[in-house]
């Protein structure tokens, strides 16, 4: 793995593509190479909202996943739709699981039952998410689906980088969209925020469960957004804008 977190050439260029993705259609392209990537067969990107919708069709910004799934999971009932939430992992940025690791909570949960039934018949029987919160307590959640071994460290932690990296700028093009110029996500606030207030790089990684590379390009990305080489003349832009106080 190189210093940009990705193991080889093809990882390079989908974080390129990443980087230069200008609306939903291009991401919808970079996914894509992500699942051939890491092979997967489905993916689901869900809409940030603050409280769930009860329905995983409404909730869905992307998806290729067979719409009898949707259905069925729809039909269900009494389930959140982000897997985020159905694994009470809701402090972690990257998770894997296997539907096996549903077990315990079927003991208790016809609903359960029914939905490692359901994953089980359509081919998504492994599974990885990356989720990253944004301003206002909502949260941004990309879930891929398939029939493979359980990802290496190394493996979930490049699908992390890069799919972190695509939910960040996911949420720039939504800021963009809304008339806010500069364009930066709410993790680059973050990585200001701390920045202003003493934090070290390896500091803002702990406390944002990152890893110091993603920092590192975060730190990047808002310095090029603000039109300054370095991190200490972005907190001087960042302050005339209004981001600081």
Avoid at 70 to 85: E, Q, T
Avoid at 118 to 137: D, K, V
Wanted: proline fraction near 3%; charged fraction near 20%; include cysteine.
């Amino acid at each position: 793995m190189d210093g940009k977190g990705v193991a080889d050439g093809g990882g390079r260029e989908l974080l390129v593509r990443i980087q230069a993705v200008e609306s939903l259609n291009e991401i919808g392209a970079v996914i894509s190479l992500l699942l051939r990537r890491f092979r997967f067969d489905y993916f689901k990107l869900f809409a940030a909202r603050s409280a769930p919708t009860g329905s995983l069709r409404d909730e869905l910004l992307l998806t290729n996943a067979p719409p009898t799934f949707i259905d069925g999971f729809d039909a269900i009932g009494g389930l959140p739709a982000a897997p985020v939430r159905i694994f009470a992992t809701s402090d972690r940025l990257a998770y894997q699981w296997h539907v096996s690791d549903l077990s315990a909570k079927a003991q208790g949960s016809v609903q359960v039952q029914q939905l490692m039934a359901l994953l089980e018949q359509h081919g998504m029987s492994q599974g990885a998410y990356a989720a990253l919160p944004t301003l206002g307590g909502r949260k941004h959640i990309f879930g891929v689906y398939g029939e493979r071994d359980a990802l290496t460290p190394a493996k979930l932690d490049e699908f992390s980088f890069l799919s972190i990296h695509l939910l960040d700028r996911l949420e720039t093009l939504e800021k963009r969209r809304a008339g806010q110029s500069s364009g930066l996500s709410g993790l680059e606030i973050e990585c200001l925020l701390l920045t202003a207030a003493g934090h070290d790089t390896a500091a803002i990684a702990r406390r944002l469960l990152l890893s110091t590379r993603t920092v590192n390009y975060l730190v990047g990305s808002l310095c090029r957004k603000l039109g300054t080489d370095r991190i200490e003349q972005a907190l001087t832009e960042a302050a005339r804008l209004g981001y600081l106080d």
